[in-house]
């Protein structure tokens, strides 16, 4: 069993910056890429950011590249996401979640555990 928790939520100004961690148990963390999602209210879960297992590949969705910034550190089994000059239309709920495999995929059936999710407000 894998637990996946999500930290470094909270309330923050458009324009400013705010980094998310996503602590993972497990002996393997490096074998399996990792992604970001994020649900806004009334709204489904949609793809924010992933990462391979050695942190050479990345894959944004369009609405946020160039803004945020996805990163790992395998020896502390953490991923991050970096937000910068984050708009009110990023807030969301947004989940960590562990890939099946090392390889990255926008797509949610391609990661098997996830974690509870942390509240990010932008305010205006």
């Known amino acids: 069993q894998v637990h996946l928790v999500e930290s470094g939520g909270g309330l923050v100004q458009a324009g400013g910056s705010l980094r998310l961690s996503c602590a993972a148990s497990?002996?393997?963390?490096?074998?399996?890429?990792m992604g970001w999602f994020r649900q806004a209210p009334g709204k489904e879960r949609e793809f924010v950011a992933t990462i391979s297992g050695n942190g050479v590949t990345t894959r944004y969705a369009d609405s946020v590249k160039g803004r945020f910034t996805i990163s790992r550190d395998n020896a502390k089994n953490t991923v991050y996401l970096q937000m910068n000059s984050p708009k009110p239309e990023d807030t969301a709920i947004y989940y960590c979640?562990?890939?099946?495999?090392?390889?990255?995929?926008?797509?949610?059936?391609?990661?098997?555990?996830w974690g509870q999710g942390t509240q990010v407000t932008v305010s205006s």
């Open positions: 979640a562990r890939g099946r495999s090392f390889l990255i995929s926008p797509a949610e059936d391609r990661y098997d555990y």
């Open positions: 497990g002996r393997t963390f490096s074998s399996y890429a």
